[in-house]
């Protein structure tokens, strides 16, 4: 939907967008605040269209339209020393045929806004006589670097704002995944944990009771000196092993020799 002036205005700013153009919203005839306003002004930064000046109101309903065919002086104003004038509106809001002489219309159609109606180049430029006033370029000169300004504002704004937004998420998901790491670390060392308790029939919580002490380290020199004890009773049991075969052969040996004895 394109009803309000608030839509209008957003399709006039992409009608009228940089670097082509400068556009710029309730600008007064002259400089201050007082008086009439236009609703928006189109400046073309492009010299071979001459700089051309376009004053724009806008109107969202009949009402609003009919007060301004009431009074059509009331744009005097910008309508006198702008190159060209028109109105913008929804569509079907304005007949064409009641437009006063020389005024253009622009209407929404396919996302952006379509000159339903050409506006006519105003007369004074074919005198070569510019109205404006000078003080008046000087204010729309002001204008134009305090929009400037403000647009680089909201752009640096925005900026922070995002790379605050990235940080604070990238931050959330290297916490999350160092936390879900150690979460997986603590879980391996629970089961390890468990299958050591299960197959040695001890709690960890009890080898003091069982006389190995409280101190990590003299928990840990005992395992040490069980692992050592392991390793010596499997050396014993080679050499045992060793013992018995050579026995066996020994046995062997006598029982043959009995064998041949005549």
């Not at 082509?20 to 005839?29: C, H, M, S």
């Not at 647009?151 to 604070?168: I, N, Q």
């Not at 790491?181 to 603590?186: D, E, F, G, M």
């Not at 919580?205 to 069980?226: C, H, K, N, T």
């Amino acid at each position: 939907m394109t009803d309000t002036a608030a839509d209008i205005r957003r399709l006039l700013a992409g009608r009228y967008s940089s670097p082509e153009w400068f556009l710029t919203f309730e600008v007064p005839i002259h400089e201050g605040n007082g008086g009439r306003r236009i609703d928006a002004l189109a400046i073309s930064r492009i010299a071979s269209r001459g700089h051309e000046i376009h004053a724009i109101e806008v109107k969202v309903n009949r009402s609003d339209w009919g007060a301004e065919l009431d009074n059509p002086a009331k744009a005097d104003g910008w309508g006198l020393v702008a190159d060209r004038f028109y109105v913008a509106t929804p569509k079907g809001l304005v007949d064409p045929v009641e437009l006063p002489a020389g005024w253009g219309l622009y209407e929404p159609a396919s996302g952006g806004l379509r000159e339903a109606v050409p506006a006519a180049l105003n007369p004074w430029r074919e005198n070569g006589k510019d109205p404006i006033d000078r003080r008046m370029f000087v204010f729309l000169i002001r204008r134009a670097l305090e929009s400037d300004e403000s647009s680089l504002k909201v752009a640096v704004a925005k900026a922070y704002a995002d790379g605050e937004a990235y940080g604070k998420q990238n931050g959330r998901t290297e916490g999350q995944y160092r936390e879900e790491s150690a979460r997986r670390k603590l879980a391996d060392l629970e089961s390890e944990v468990a299958r050591y308790e299960k197959a040695s029939g001890v709690k960890v919580a009890d080898w003091e009771r069982i006389g190995f002490g409280s101190d990590p380290e003299e928990r840990g020199r005992a395992v040490r000196y069980l692992i050592s004890g392991r390793k010596a009773v499997d050396h014993i049991n080679q050499i045992r092993d060793s013992l018995l075969r050579l026995l066996h052969d020994v046995d062997e040996t006598i029982a043959g020799r009995k064998l041949e004895r005549p």
